[in-house]
């Protein structure tokens, strides 16, 4: 009989199984990233060689996990669950840090003016492109409608009939003395590409938190595995000494 019980461990084997599976797709995941993480990194954007770290994390710690559960040695399950102590407030440091992120982009985005604004509209390119996702997004102006001064374009021109999804609040009349349409979205187009970015941090704040209940379940279970063989080696030290 071994010093575990049989249930406890097939269950955790079973899950570090997963979470092997799952780092060997994020592994295969990042190795597609890389050429467009040099890209990114060449325009400005941010190097993604933290998804290395985390998916080889996912990938070799669960490996651990099933060595230690298989040799039943508390030794290699306290350097696991040391591993998940750490990674569990990684996962929570990330979370928080995606969370300020986020409030901060928040408030990048409230507190925009139109001077931010002005050099993209005087940029042809960009007034082409801006009047193309205001008919799809249903949304007026970077910051407001005044990006546009007194000369609103026929992009913001709203109709009663198809507005309010997927992000328009509404319609409002245009403002006294600009020429366009009378009928403009009430909605700014920052509004809108900040929809986009919030799903994003909510995803990566969800898979922060996940992993770290994930963790936090992971280190109980090598507590509890400890404690059976501290339990188990301590009975047998017993009998030992009785017979003796």
């Known amino acids: 009989m071994g010093k575990i019980n049989g249930c406890i461990k097939c269950l955790f084997i079973f899950f570090n199984v997963l979470f092997t599976i799952l780092g060997g797709v994020l592994v295969y995941v990042a190795v597609k990233a890389t050429p467009l993480s040099h890209q990114v990194t060449a325009v400005g954007g941010p190097s993604l060689a933290w998804s290395w770290v985390l998916a ?3 990938l070799l710690l669960p490996v651990l996990g099933i060595v230690a559960a298989c040799m039943e040695k508390g030794l290699v399950l306290k350097i696991f669950a040391g591993f998940m102590v750490a990674g569990m ?3 929570l440091i990330f ?8 409030n901060t982009l928040k408030d990048s985005f409230d507190t ?3 001077d931010v604004v002005k050099p993209f ?4 390119a960009m007034k082409s492109i801006l009047m193309s996702f205001e008919q799809s997004a249903q949304c007026c102006g970077v910051v407001s409608s005044s990006d546009w001064g007194n ?3 026929q992009s913001c021109e709203c109709n ?8 328009s609040s509404g319609c409002k009349a245009k403002p006294v003395g600009a020429f366009g349409p009378d009928q403009i979205y009430e909605t700014s187009c920052s509004g809108v590409i900040f929809v986009f970015f919030d799903l994003f941090f909510k995803i990566i704040m ?3 938190f996940t992993f770290a209940i994930l963790a936090l379940l992971a280190l109980l279970m090598s507590i509890l595995m400890i404690h059976q063989i501290r339990k188990h080696d301590s009975e047998g030290s017993s009998m030992a000494m009785k017979s003796y």
């Open 151 to 153: 000369n609103i374009s």
């Open 89 to 91: 407030i990684i996962m």
């Open 206 to 208: 969800g898979i922060c």
């Open 160 to 167: 009663m009939q198809h507005t309010g999804f997927p992000f």
């Open 56 to 58: 080889l994390g996912v």
């Open 121 to 124: 509209m005087e940029d042809e």
């Open 112 to 114: 925009a003016s139109a």
């Open 95 to 102: 979370g928080i840090v995606v969370v300020v992120s986020r």
